[in-house]
Nanobody
Framework: QVKVVESGGGSVQAGGSLTLSCAAS????????MAWFRQALGKEREAVAI????????HYPSSVEGRFTASQDTAKNTVDLQMNSLKPEDTAMYYC?????????????????WGQGAQVTVSS
C-alpha cells in the first residue's frame, strides 16, 4: 500500500514563502506519479502542480504559475512545493497526491493515494 506523508506548511504574511515536502513509500523501487492539490474552505480541491508523466515537467494553473515550483525526485518518490509571493487566497489545506503510472510513465491520477494534508495560512 502506498503511503504519502507531507511536511511543512504553517502561517506566513502575504508576500512570504513556504515550502511543503512530500514523501511516498510502499511502491518498491519504481517511480510514482506525484502532484500537489489544495482545498480552501467551501471550495473544491484543485491541482496546483501536476506532473503528467513520471519525470516530466510540472504544470501549474494560472493562479500560481510563476510563484509555485514543484520539484520531484523520482528515485526517492519525493516532491517539494516551493511557494513564493504568497497571497491570502493561497490559504488552504495542501495535499500531496501519488498515483501509479499507467501505460509506462503516463500519469492520469485516477486512483490516487492522498497525504494527510498540510495547512497553509497567508495573512494580509
Amino acid at each position: 500500500q502506498v503511503k504519502v506523508v507531507e511536511s511543512g506548511g504553517g502561517s506566513v504574511q502575504a508576500g512570504g514563502s513556504l515550502t511543503l515536502s512530500c514523501a511516498a513509500s510502499g511502491y518498491g523501487p519504481s517511480s510514482l506519479c506525484m502532484a500537489w492539490f489544495r482545498q480552501a474552505l467551501g471550495k473544491e480541491r484543485e491541482a496546483v502542480a501536476i506532473i503528467n508523466s513520471v519525470g516530466g515537467w510540472p504544470h501549474y494553473p494560472s493562479s500560481v504559475e510563476g510563484r509555485f515550483t514543484a520539484s520531484q525526485d523520482t528515485a526517492k518518490n519525493t516532491v517539494d512545493l516551493q511557494m513564493n509571493s504568497l497571497k491570502p487566497e493561497d490559504t488552504a489545506m495542501y495535499y500531496c497526491a501519488a498515483a501509479k503510472p499507467v501505460r509506462g510513465t503516463y500519469c492520469n491520477f485516477k486512483e490516487v493515494f492522498w497525504g494527510q494534508g498540510a495547512q497553509v495560512t497567508v495573512s494580509s
